[in-house]
């Protein structure tokens, strides 16, 4: 199994960025998807989940109405389109799938993406 993020880079604020997290190895539709981030000397902090069956979810308040997760079932992908991007979000990003299956919790992390939200 495996998650592979991309889209991360240096973006001025203000700006948008999408990121994409492609996953193999194992069953991604039956899964849960969530975005994490950790900015350096904090935790890592739930940034938004889509269930298996697509509802969606922001968790982080400092990203409501400006962060939009979404899931392509057929390509294995989650997305995380971020736009009005602040220094704030400067972190590690990383997309985690979870799913509980008789009685069972596989959970997989990718290695994470970079974004850097400066002038």
């Known amino acids: 199994a495996q998650l592979r993020e991309s889209g991360g880079g240096l973006v001025q604020p203000g700006g948008s960025l999408r990121l994409s997290c492609a996953a193999s190895g194992f069953a991604f539709s039956s899964y849960d998807m969530s975005w994490y981030r950790q900015a350096p000397g904090k935790e890592r902090e739930l940034v938004a989940v889509i269930t298996n069956g697509g509802g969606s979810l922001t968790s982080a308040d400092s990203v409501k109405g400006r962060f939009t997760i979404s899931r392509d079932n057929a390509k294995n992908t989650v997305y995380l389109q971020m736009n009005s991007l602040t220094p704030e979000d400067t972190a590690v990003y990383y997309c985690?799938?979870?799913?509980?299956?008789?009685?069972?919790?596989?959970?997989?992390w990718g290695q994470g993406t970079q974004v850097t939200v400066s002038s």
């Open positions: 985690k799938a979870e799913r509980i299956h008789f009685g069972m919790r596989s959970v997989y």
